[in-house]
């Protein structure tokens, strides 16, 4: 009787650990606002390879849908991007920049240059939503590219 109840209470537990291990893995994909983070915070939450979805916005304000398999790979101070019609194109060190974006409102650009192009290439760590990361260019009228994590 007393080996019943033992294994009774086991078999509880263990559905119990099987119930808060499923939880964990079902729990909502991280969304957040980065442009008013500090910058050691931006710099893990958009570490690794991510896959452009769509670029929208400029002048007249359209949707493009990348159809080139566009990439680009981040670590804390280096960028990588490149795309499956013309390879690697960026291959660079990010330098951060601390500016203030109006009404004393402040953020870090992600800034780095070119070889091929005059000036340095300023982009606003934007936001995570679900599992998309939306970066914006440092422009009027700029875009806002729409990067899914690939790992």
């Known amino acids: 009787m007393r080996y019943i109840r033992i294994i009774f209470v086991l078999f509880l537990l263990t559905l119990i650990w099987f119930y808060l291990a ?5 729990s909502p994909p991280l969304t957040m606002t980065l442009r008013d ?3 050691p915070l931006i710099k893990n939450c958009i570490k690794g390879k991510w896959k452009l979805q769509y670029v929208y916005g400029g002048l007249i304000t359209h949707k493009y849908i990348d159809t080139y398999n566009s990439y680009m ?9 490149g795309n499956d019609s013309i390879g690697v194109f960026v291959d660079t060190t990010i330098i951060w920049v601390r500016t203030d974006i109006g009404s004393n409102d402040f953020t870090y650009l992600l800034r780095y240059s070119r070889s091929n192009y005059p000036f340095p290439i300023n982009y606003i760590i934007d936001q995570i939503k679900n599992d998309t990361l939306i970066i914006r260019e440092y422009l009027d009228d700029g875009f806002d590219y729409y990067y899914t994590k690939i790992y």
């Not at 499923?22 to 079902?26: A, H």
């Not at 790979?73 to 991007?81: C, Q, Y």
């Open 73 to 81: 790979i981040l670590s804390p101070d280096h960028i990588i991007m």
């Open 37 to 39: 983070k500090p910058l």
């Open 22 to 26: 499923r939880c964990k893995e079902d």
